[in-house]
């Protein structure tokens, strides 16, 4: 059974979990923007957190369901209609055959995810369903979705009625403020340049894609000069070229680069840097590794408490 | 100058580490970041979960709750012990027939004119050098090289391009490289190969790995056009030679 796309959006694509052990090859991972987000809509339709799913970009797409499904949206605020009538977001719904889903344009934040009962059954490229766009590789057919697009669905694996919890619910409107570990080139960089980085906000540009997104603010200094020899670029890497403005490097990324990196934006903060809309700011916070670890393995396990079951009658 | 006595450790996030090895490009050195990846894969170390190599340093990530940074880098410095060029299997020298002419070389006349050589004798310079792959990265199966001979040695262009086509052969500084996708680029672009670099319809989509070793073979436009039909009917067969050791 499958999913027939009557509209697409600007940047819709299938994303699972992403590839692993590509990276040596020049390869990204590719996979959900915010994987937090990705994992509560999965989590939600009764999925493995590694099926596939869609992720929209700024405006949602309005697809067709050939069966019934449990489906969920989560992330960015875009307003959700079925059959044109308006359907809560961070919740499963059951969907019939010939009904319409609408995603429409994100009122904060910037990537929602829509996951379907069985997941999105698009073929396994190098061991991942994730669409990486630069390389034409996985997803559906290596790109975005288009109008006219007809997707293969897995077998339903049943569904409840549920929710994800109110304080699990970002607001994308607030200003993000992620966790950052110093390092790996931090040593290339003066005091000032350091201090400059988690003093004030960062605004973020339009500059931002799937590879990386660049921000603009205090300008951060070097000791000498900002080439390095190359080596590989970590998620999260906050990339300083000459003009002294942070990249942070997402999800599809180059894998090795030659530019100093001052630190790493945490795991577990990506996901809230990928959902600020260019004009809003961000700031950085400098933590240890010792707390990014704590940090992350609380952040993880409390995550496995985000969604309320309904009861059944 | 060279390698370390000790490897760095230099935490990148909650979820990697780069191992830096030495301070600068050479083959001694990457030989050790590819053995050190090698002994990490072949033993499947716990808490890694993805490695990739560049020159001097191994990016490695790991997972925390297997394996914290304390964990992480006892058990990376003592497999760095044994981490020397022995432990890897032989290399393979792959041939790339690459056309230096016309505008798949467009850049070719430029090249020798900053270099002040005939373009005759920096296609002869450099299709007879061997070249060494150091490791792949940046795009898919973009090959990072050395080997050329020192007269060659030409300074990145000052304004770098926006787009170079696929299989682009180039020089910047000492090193050559193939464009793998359509790209950004900053080095000269002397020829291109038919050959596919990256494949995203192959099983394997990638040619060169790190550690091969790399044989241009200057070809003219009707070979390049002939090679580049059989690519795209998938009839050409890759010259590979024997694994050589190193």
């Known amino acids: 059974m499958n999913l027939l796309v009557h ?20 390869i990204p991972p590719s996979g959900p ?15 493995a957190d590694d099926a596939a799913a869609l992720e929209c970009t700024l405006i949602g797409p309005r697809l067709e369901f050939a069966d019934e499904r449990w489906v969920a949206v989560t992330g960015a605020a875009m307003a959700v209609t079925l059959n044109g009538a308006p359907v809560p977001r961070w919740a499963a719904l059951q969907v019939k055959p010939g009904e319409m889903l609408r995603l429409g344009p994100a009122a904060a934040g910037v990537r929602a995810y829509l996951a379907v009962s069985g997941g999105i059954d698009t073929p396994l490229t190098l061991g991942s369903r994730s669409t990486y766009l630069r390389g034409r590789l996985g997803g559906h057919q290596g790109r975005a979705l288009r ?22 619910i970002p607001d994308y409107t607030e200003a993000a403020m992620v966790r950052v ?9 003066t005091p000032g340049g350091i201090a400059a980085l988690f003093e004030a906000p960062y605004e973020m540009t339009p500059q931002a894609d799937r590879m990386g997104a660049r921000l603009r603010g205090a300008r951060i200094e070097h000791t000498r000069g900002h080439d390095i020899i190359s080596d590989g670029v970590a998620l999260g890497g906050i990339q300083v070229v000459g003009d002294g403005q942070p990249i942070v490097l997402l999800a599809d990324r180059q894998s090795t680069g030659g530019y100093t990196k001052i630190g790493t934006v945490c795991s577990f903060d990506i996901g809230r840097v990928c959902q600020v809309k260019p004009g809003q700011r961000l700031s950085f916070k400098r933590v240890t590794i010792a707390e990014a670890h704590e940090l992350g393995r609380a952040y993880r396990a409390e995550l496995d408490h985000a969604i309320h079951w309904e009861e059944t009658p | 100058m060279g390698i370390y006595a000790e490897p760095r450790f230099l935490p990148c996030g909650d979820l990697a580490l780069s191992v830096e ?8 050195v990457n030989a050790r970041v ?4 090698y002994l990490i894969r072949q033993r499947n170390l716990a808490g890694v979960t993805e490695t990739v190599p560049s020159y001097r340093s191994l990016l490695v990530y790991y997972d925390p709750l297997t394996a914290g940074w304390d964990a992480i880098t006892s058990s990376l410095r003592a497999l760095w012990r044994e981490a020397r060029p022995e432990v890897l299997p032989p290399a393979r020298t792959v041939e790339m027939p690459c056309c230096y002419e016309g505008e ?24 007879a050098a061997a070249y060494y792959v150091y490791f792949v990265g940046f795009t898919p199966g973009l090959p990072y090289m050395t080997g050329m001979p020192e007269r060659l040695n030409i300074p990145r262009l000052e304004q770098p391009r926006t787009k170079t086509p696929p299989g682009s052969v180039s020089i910047g500084g000492t090193q050559c490289c193939i464009y ?5 680029g900053g080095f000269w672009v002397l020829g291109r190969t038919p050959l596919n670099l990256y494949d995203p319809s192959a099983a394997d989509p990638i040619l060169l790995r790190a550690g091969d070793h790399v044989r241009f073979r200057a070809i003219d436009r009707a070979e390049y056009d002939s090679i580049a039909d059989a690519v795209a009917q998938g009839t050409y067969t890759t010259h590979i030679e024997a694994p050589r050791h190193r």
């Open chain 2, 34 to 37: 590819l053995a050190l990846e």
């Open chain 1, 33 to 47: 923007m915010d994987r937090d987000a990705f994992l509560l809509a999965n989590r939600l339709v009764g999925n």
């Open chain 1, 147 to 168: 109008k006219g697009d007809t997707l293969p669905l897995g077998p339903p694996s049943g569904g409840a009625p549920a929710r994800v919890l109110e304080r699990f």
């Open chain 2, 180 to 184: 793998s996708v359509e790209s950004p």
């Open chain 1, 7 to 26: 509209d697409a959006g600007p940047q819709t694509t299938v994303q699972d979990l992403g590839r692993r052990g590509t990276l040596r090859e020049g």
């Open chain 1, 181 to 189: 570990v110093l390092g790996p080139q931090d040593d290339r960089f």
């Open chain 2, 21 to 28: 090895l030495g301070d600068d490009i050479n083959r001694e």
């Open chain 2, 104 to 127: 798949l070389g467009f850049e070719l006349e430029g090249a020798a004119e900053k270099l002040g050589l005939s373009p005759d004798e920096v296609v002869r310079l450099h299709a």
